[in-house]
């Protein structure tokens, strides 16, 4: 049975194909498009996936959207009447944002790809989560949470997964959280306050907590208060996003908190202000903490589980996740690779399989490696036409000279096979680096990423050793698998890890297994070999504000504007000649001895001034 999942229309769009209950392919759109968390319709994906696959549209047995979009309908009208005559200027406004096409979605569907209605069917948006959690989770059973901003309705669920002997599934969401109560809206309206971008930059909420008490948890419990039934509910005098789509806080909530921050605006932490700014990122971080560890915790006392799988956007929030595998009772935590809406893509295909077909349960390959190949030939063709060096070498002599590169500073760009689905780099789009230096993290700040100095780097570790050097718990080798989990670096690796380090201790840290990324993990012996130490910086291969890098040639222009030294894909080494890399020596502290002259682009203006600012926690 061939089905294609589609996720559109609200951020980061995707498809993906499951072929006989397996998925055999799954891309996001902004991959494709170039255009960062792309919402629109996802023709490039699902064409892509198509071909992939060998599948013609006619072929497919069903296409499956990953909500309802008249429940989404239902709930905005409904909210737009309740807030009524506050929201009758927001009305047509949040009916763009929110439903745009998707109430078509049928039609849409159809028209491009020619399928008959009768085989567009519809999950519920947390269903799609629920599925993409537990049905690509080597679990039999297990508790599901699925936790996001908002889907047709629900902002959370709690229920249980099976997959039975007998070859049949179930998931049955036991209870849901309603619209506008919300964990997802309480951390993006906080997100908002801060003065970073919605639904996109909450990680930097949580970068940012790392820097602030949670001096102001009280007030924070003012705005969500837990309910004795053990869920939760916003005071919605605090907020707006239910009533217009100007605002999500309101002046209440701006009078409790005080003014917010222009995104402008910098954080500089050696102020009150810069202080202010941080303690409130802690405070939300605690509360939104506190609360799911609250109900895993009443989740696992109910269904006497040990397996739990958490979807929806909020599974992103890796310090949140090792909180509540440390403090839930359960014993081992899966997050998907896209635990967030992309990755519902996956979760309706799948659904629509074992759930609506009944289709026989069988085991889905546990990694995210589902997009576009890279070929190396592209690679070569590409650098040699533009005049740079480039070599093709067996397998061995490329892991050892790539090992020499990272032990002499050089930063590296590695492409290798199938491109990752979800939002990070797990080891086939990834700029590589030694972690041993804050240097290297100021370097790759200044002359790769463009971003603020303080914003951490994350560690990959083969997972035989990741305990020798991470504090990992019970069960956090599983959550490290996809970097879905923040665990303490031990004390004594600290300064020797200084570059995947964060202010308080911490690092989010990918624990490798051979067969999940099999070259990357011979490159870590490799390294290991070496430097005695089997460690490497691993961040997506993209520069700020771009999507991760796709093909051959996305690698290679974004390798040709910034510092990065050597770009890989397969076997193919590209090195930049002197002529045309702009060689300049970096403004920051020598590296380490060996190491060649630091190359960097015109960008040196702009990191000169970024480096300048070393005290600031800078947003933007
Ligand atoms: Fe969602």
Request: glycine share 8%; net charge neutral.
């Amino acid at each position: 049975m061939k089905i294609l999942g589609i996720s559109a229309h609200f951020h980061d769009s995707a498809a993906a194909m499951v072929i006989d209950g397996v998925p055999v392919c799954a891309v996001q759109e902004e991959r494709l498009s170039r255009k960062k968390g792309d919402a629109d319709f996802p023709l490039a994906s699902i064409s892509w996936c198509l071909d992939r696959a060998n599948v013609q549209p006619e072929e497919l047995d069903a296409v499956v959207f990953y909500e309802r979009p008249m429940l989404k309908f239902d709930r905005i009208l409904t909210c737009a009447l309740r807030a009524f005559p506050r929201s009758w200027r927001a009305f047509p406004q949040a009916m763009k944002n929110s439903l745009g096409e998707k109430i078509w979605i049928r039609g849409v569907i159809t028209s491009h790809l020619g399928v008959p209605a009768k085989k567009i069917l519809f999950t519920e948006h947390h269903q799609s989560h629920a599925a993409a959690a537990f049905l690509t989770a080597p679990a039999r059973r297990a508790a599901i949470l699925t936790t996001d901003g908002v889907g047709e309705w629900a902002t959370m669920t709690v229920g249980i997964g099976e997959r039975r002997d007998d070859g049949t599934t179930s998931i049955n969401l036991l209870r849901e959280i309603r619209f506008p109560h919300s964990l997802g809206m309480l951390y993006s309206t906080f997100t908002a306050y801060l003065g970073f971008r919605v639904n996109e930059d909450e990680y930097k909420v949580m970068g940012l907590a790392s820097y602030g008490t949670p001096s102001l948890v009280d007030r924070v419990q003012r705005v969500i208060h837990r309910t004795p039934d053990g869920a939760f509910e916003l005071d919605l005098d605090y907020f707006d996003f239910h009533t217009t789509s100007k605002r999500s806080y309101s002046q209440r909530f701006i009078d409790l908190f005080g003014p917010p921050r222009e995104h402008y605006e910098p954080i500089d932490l050696t102020t009150p202000e810069g202080q202010r700014y941080a303690d409130i990122a802690a405070s939300v971080q605690r509360v939104l903490e506190d609360t799911l560890v609250d109900i895993t915790r009443a989740l696992q006392k109910e269904t006497g589980l040990t397996d739990l799988c958490i979807g929806g956007g909020v599974a992103l929030n890796g310090v949140a996740n090792a909180r509540i595998l440390g403090e839930s009772g359960f014993e081992r935590l899966f997050v998907p690779p896209a635990p967030g809406d992309a990755g519902c893509a996956m979760g309706a295909a799948l659904y629509a399989d074992r759930i609506h077909f009944r289709n026989r349960d069988c085991d889905v390959p546990d990694h995210p490696f589902w997009g576009p190949p890279v070929q190396g030939s592209d690679l070569a063709r590409i650098a040699h036409e533009d005049g740079q060096d480039v070599v093709d070498l067996d397998e061995r002599t490329l892991l050892e000279k790539t090992a020499d590169d990272l032990l002499a500073g050089r930063i590296v760009g590695w492409m290798d096979g199938a491109m990752e689905f979800g939002p990070r780099a797990l080891g086939h789009r990834s700029i590589l680096a030694a972690p041993h230096r804050a240097e290297m993290r100021d370097r790759l700040n200044r002359e790769i990423k463009y971003r603020e100095q303080f914003r951490p780097f994350a560690p990959v570790v083969p997972i035989e050793v990741a305990d020798r050097y991470f504090e990992l718990p019970r069960g956090g080798a599983r959550l490290a698998r996809f970097m879905s989990g923040v665990f303490p670096v031990r004390p004594e690796w600290r300064e020797k890890l200084a570059a995947v380090t964060h202010v308080d201790g911490t690092a989010r840290v990918q624990a490798l297994e051979r067969e999940m990324a099999p070259r990357l993990y011979s490159l870590l012996e490799e390294y290991g070999r070496r430097s005695g130490v089997p460690v490497l910086l691993n961040t997506s291969l993209n520069l700020a504000g771009e999507p991760i890098v796709n093909r051959a040639a996305e690698g290679y222009s974004t390798f040709m504007r910034s510092g990065i030294d050597v770009l890989i894909a397969d076997r193919t080494r590209v090195t930049k000649r002197a002529a045309s890399s702009g060689v300049v020596r970096a403004s920051g502290a020598p590296l380490s001895s060996g190491a060649p002259e630091a190359r960097t682009t015109p960008h040196t203006k702009e990191a000169s001034f970024c480096s300048r600012n070393a005290e600031r926690f800078n947003a933007e």
